[in-house]
C-alpha cells in the first residue's frame, strides 16, 4: 500500500518542506485519550482549535485477535479519513479533516494521523437531553432532533457506513446560532472504527440502531417518540415499518437490556457493606 498525504490550510503552509510526519509529533495540547499505538489530543494553531489522532500501529497480536473473532481490524487513521470523506458525499455533516497521513507497509506498524477541525461551539446530544427527565424541552424540538438523528443515521446506512459506536455522545449540536425547531445543525463524529460497504449490512444496520436506542433509553422519550424515530429512519408508513422489523423491534430490545446490564456492571457501584 502506497503511502498517503493530504495537508489543507494552515497545515499546508505550516508544514511546507517539512516531514508532516515528525510534525504532528510535535504538535502539543490536552491529552483525551492515550492507548497503546494511538493518542488523542487538542490542539491550537493560529488561534483555532484541532483535534489530533496519531496511530503508530496496532501490532500483530491486535489484528490476529481481530481476525480469529471474524472482524476487520482499525489499522491507522485511514479508517476514519475514508469515513469523513464518505459522509460528505453522502451530505450527512460530520468533522472536516485538514490533515492526513499514512505510511508503511507493515499494517502492523504504519504510522498514521490525521488532524480534524475542532467543532465548536456544540454539546454533545448526551449532555444536551441529560436532564430531560425532569425538565423536557420543548415538544417541537425534541420532535425536530429525533427527525434529524434519524436522517443523519438513514443517509449513513443508505450510504454504506454503518459507525460500530452509534450514540449520542458522537452525535453534536451546533450553538451558535443557538439552535431552534426549525434550524437546527448536528455532525456525528468519532469515525475511527466506522465500516463502509457499498452496501450497509442489515446485521450492522442493527448494532448502529441498537447502540442509539441504549444511549437514548435514559433521557426521558417517550414510545411515540421511538416510534416517531422509526416512521423518520425509514420514510415508511409506522404500520408499515411495525409490520415489517418485527425481528429489528425484539432486537433492539433485547440488546438494549444486554448493553444496560453491561454498562451496569461496569460502571454502577455494587451495594453491601465493607
Known amino acids: 500500500m502506497r503511502d498517503e498525504l493530504m495537508l489543507a490550510p494552515p497545515f499546508d503552509t505550516l508544514w511546507a518542506g517539512q516531514d508532516a510526519f515528525a510534525a504532528v509529533d510535535r504538535l502539543e495540547g490536552q491529552v483525551f485519550r492515550e492507548l497503546d499505538g494511538r493518542r488523542t489530543f487538542r490542539t491550537e494553531v493560529a488561534g483555532r482549535g484541532y483535534f489530533v489522532k496519531i496511530h503508530r500501529g496496532v501490532g500483530w497480536g491486535e489484528i490476529v485477535k481481530n481476525l480469529v473473532s471474524l472482524r476487520l481490524p482499525v489499522l491507522g487513521a485511514g479508517n476514519e479519513w475514508r469515513a469523513i470523506r464518505r459522509l460528505e458525499e453522502l451530505g450527512v455533516d460530520t468533522m472536516r479533516a485538514v490533515a492526513y497521513g499514512r505510511r508503511g507497509a507493515n499494517p502492523a506498524r ?27 424541552p420543548a415538544p417541537a424540538l425534541k420532535r425536530a432532533l429525533i427527525r434529524r438523528v434519524a436522517a443523519m443515521v438513514r443517509g449513513m446506512h443508505r450510504g454504506g457506513v454503518n459507525h460500530r459506536d452509534c450514540y449520542l455522545c458522537h452525535f453534536l449540536l451546533h450553538l451558535d446560532p443557538a439552535p431552534t425547531a426549525a434550524a437546527l445543525k448536528l455532525s456525528v463524529i468519532d469515525l475511527h472504527r466506522a465500516q463502509i460497504r457499498p452496501h450497509t449490512p442489515r446485521r450492522w444496520r442493527d448494532k448502529d440502531l441498537a447502540g442509539l436506542y441504549f444511549s ?57 457493606g465493607a
Do not use: N
Open 110 to 136: 504504519e504510522h498514521s494521523f490525521i488532524v480534524t477541525e475542532e467543532l465548536a461551539p456544540t454539546v454533545s446530544l448526551e449532555d444536551f437531553c441529560r436532564d430531560w427527565p425532569k425538565m423536557p
Open 216 to 272: 437514548a433509553l435514559a433521557i426521558g422519550l417517550t414510545r411515540r417518540d421511538f416510534l416517531r424515530f422509526l416512521r423518520d429512519y425509514f420514510g415508511r408508513p409506522l404500520r408499515e415499518v411495525l409490520r415489517d422489523e418485527q425481528v429489528l423491534l425484539a432486537h433492539l430490545h433485547a440488546e438494549g437490556e444486554r448493553l444496560l446490564a453491561k454498562y451496569r456492571r461496569k460502571y454502577v457501584p455494587s451495594g453491601g
